[in-house]
């Protein structure tokens, strides 16, 4: 049960777009569609910003969108925000039904 | 509005044990299923169990398979972690949290220190 693979740290300026990478395996990205992201101020639970891949829920803003090709999915965050400085994690549904997170991305925005 | 509230947790010995609990409210309880997810202290997250809406399905994390069980009342809306033979790395904040196909909602998360 190895975590997903995500970059330490992205950084992009403000009003720019970002895109943070998450690489799993054909026992979990690649073989299903259940892929989510979560936003992680500090002390704070995360939060849900991206579901199924591409979904976003109800409230989170349309600046933040996902996609999937193969064993790596990847959040875009366009038109950043102060407020998008946090931290990210990619989590997919694993091959023994477990949940897998990756290990997390920093966001600066500069 | 969904609220998922965690207790349970403190300083306790290697070696010692604790209860966690999570009392959800703002939906319907006994129809979804929940996990535990835990945070080392400036570390990432690491899912740790699962349990079906039932009860009847359960799965754990290799990293604490045979030392904590997760378990569930739907009448009391609650859902518990029972944490044996505690580590020093089983230090962090331990969050609830609802599924829905996803991992939805969190707690605010309780935090579990383990140290002599």
């Known amino acids: 049960q190895s975590a997903l693979t995500q970059p330490a740290s992205v950084s992009g300026s403000f009003g720019q777009s970002i895109t943070i990478s998450c690489t799993g395996t054909?026992?979990?990205?690649?073989?299903?569609?259940?892929v989510s992201w979560y936003q992680q101020h500090p002390g704070k639970a995360p939060q849900l910003v991206i579901y199924e891949g591409n979904k976003r829920p109800s409230g989170v803003s349309d600046r933040f969108s996902g996609s999937k090709s193969g064993n790596t999915a990847s959040l875009t965050i366009s038109g950043l925000q102060a407020e998008d400085e946090a931290d990210y994690y990619c989590c997919s549904f694993a091959v023994g039904s477990t949940w897998l997170f990756g290990g997390g991305t920093k966001l600066t925005v500069l | 509005e969904v609220q998922l509230v965690e207790s349970g947790g403190g300083l306790v010995q290697p070696g010692g044990s604790l209860r966690l609990s999570c009392v959800g409210s703002g939906f319907i309880f006994s129809t979804y299923e929940m996990n535990w997810v835990r945070q080392a202290p400036g570390k990432g997250l690491e899912w740790i169990s699962y349990?079906?809406?039932?009860?009847?399905?359960?799965y754990y994390a290799d990293s604490v398979k045979g030392r904590f069980t997760i378990s569930r009342d739907n009448a009391k809306k609650s859902l518990f972690l029972q944490m044996d033979s505690l580590r020093v790395d089983d230090t962090a904040v331990y969050y609830c949290?609802?599924?829905?196909?996803?991992?939805?909602?969190w707690g605010q998360g309780t935090l579990v220190t383990v140290s002599s």
């Open positions: 349990i079906t809406s039932s009860g009847s399905g359960i």
């Open positions: 054909s026992n979990d990205v690649g073989n299903y569609n259940l």
């Open positions: 949290a609802r599924e829905d196909s996803v991992i939805d909602h």
